[in-house]
């Protein structure tokens, strides 16, 4: 069984910056293809920032150049640094990973922006 936990989320004012963690827990071998998400009320939710299988970063075009993911293999981390903040990026942020076939999800952090 795996569980991701989220950290990080809160309030920050437009032009801030906020720093997202995800804690994977369970028997998992590798941090790539995991990645953020995000849900607005009434919105779907919309990728954020993923690893692919193979490491590499892709980024949504709303957050390309404002928002980096990164990874810390020792330390078993995800992060998503978030800078530039825009009201519009209030949403709930989740942690997501595919392990052993399955798609994982955590519980998600509430990020809100004001102007």
């Known amino acids: 069984q795996v569980h991701l936990v989220e950290s990080g989320g809160g309030l920050a004012q437009a032009g801030g910056s906020l720093r997202l963690s995800c804690a994977p827990s369970?028997?998992?071998?590798?941090?790539?293809?995991m990645g953020w998400y995000r849900q607005a009320p009434g919105k779907q939710r919309e990728l954020v920032a993923a690893?692919?299988?193979?490491?590499?970063?892709n980024y949504a075009d709303f957050v390309k150049g404002r928002f980096t993911i990164s990874k810390d293999n020792a330390k078993r981390m995800v992060y998503l640094q978030m800078n530039s903040l825009k009201p519009e990026d209030t949403a709930v942020y989740y942690c997501?990973?595919?392990?052993?076939?399955?798609?994982?999800w955590g519980q998600g952090t509430q990020v809100t922006v004001s102007s």
């Open positions: 369970g028997s998992i071998f590798s941090l790539n293809g």
């Open positions: 690893f692919t299988t193979g490491g590499i970063a």
């Open positions: 997501k990973g595919r392990f052993y076939g399955i798609d994982y």
